[in-house]
């Protein structure tokens, strides 16, 4: 019953340094999503691969770089992180191809970045 | 422009009382899909109901309960009822069938229940 599983859970960087955030789903789905969550605007969409082998940008992928390394793994990469990029981080998964489907998300990674 | 617009930013009612969330939200496909998810103080995400554009049947599960109105392109969230365990932040969410790959979310409703 794992379902998304993101690590770490809470991570504090200083600016300039690199960092991956991981997410695994058990779930057989196809489609994976990148979210930053910040106080007064909701969840905003970094990146997503709607299926394995493909990613496209979101509404802010400014900064950030993806993988999906598998069609259970999909991670996101801070270059080298700025304060701006202090947020909440949640990843999410869903069966793809069917809009109609809801997005399952895992319990966020809380950055800093100092 | 937003898509999904939750005007009401923060709530706080009395155990008891009845709270309605509103969600409006904007598009030009015929065919979508509107969401609405939890997410309690705990941090995770809580996916709650699922509603289709051609499916305009309002929908109860307990003591919570969705309006769907196409004419005014609002999805909003009652509850009925309220307990302190309902207290958390609501998203409102729409998909696109076919012209758009994403979820749009709200900005999000912070709920507080007073007991």
């Known amino acids: 019953?794992?379902?998304?599983?993101?690590?770490?859970k809470f991570q504090v960087l200083k600016t300039g340094q690199s960092m991956t955030l991981q997410c695994a789903q058990d779930m057989n789905h196809n489609s994976m999503y990148w979210y930053r969550q910040d106080p007064g605007m909701g969840l905003r969409l970094i990146y997503y691969s709607a299926s394995e082998g493909t990613t496209d940008k979101g509404e802010?992928?400014?900064g950030y770089n993806v993988s999906r390394l598998n069609k259970r793994e999909f991670s996101l990469r801070l270059e080298s992180a700025a304060p701006s990029q202090t947020s909440v981080y949640f990843c999410a998964s869903s069966e793809g191809g069917q809009k109609y489907q809801p997005q399952h998300f895992g319990d966020g990674t809380r950055l800093s970045i100092l | 422009a937003q898509k999904v617009t939750q005007?009401?930013?923060e709530i706080s009612v009395v155990e008891k009382e009845d709270v309605t969330l509103d969600c409006v939200?904007?598009?030009?496909?015929?065919?979508?899909y509107l969401f609405w998810y939890k997410?309690?103080?705990?941090?995770e995400l809580v996916f709650l109901i699922r509603r289709n554009s051609f499916d305009e049947q309002n929908e109860i599960s307990g003591r919570y309960s969705w309006n769907f109105q196409k004419s005014t392109s609002s999805f909003n969230f009652t509850i009925t009822a309220s307990q302190v365990v309902d207290s958390a932040v609501y998203f409102c969410a729409l998909s696109e069938a076919v012209l758009g790959?994403?979820?749009?979310?709200?900005?999000?409703t912070s709920l507080t229940v007073i007991p």
């Open chain 1, 1 to 8: 019953n794992a379902g998304v599983t993101q690590t770490p």
């Open chain 1, 60 to 62: 802010v992928p400014n």
């Open chain 2, 7 to 9: 005007a009401q930013t």
């Open chain 2, 25 to 32: 939200y904007e598009t030009r496909d015929t065919t979508y």
């Open chain 2, 39 to 43: 997410q309690p103080p705990s941090g």
């Open chain 2, 101 to 108: 790959n994403q979820f749009y979310f709200g900005t999000g």
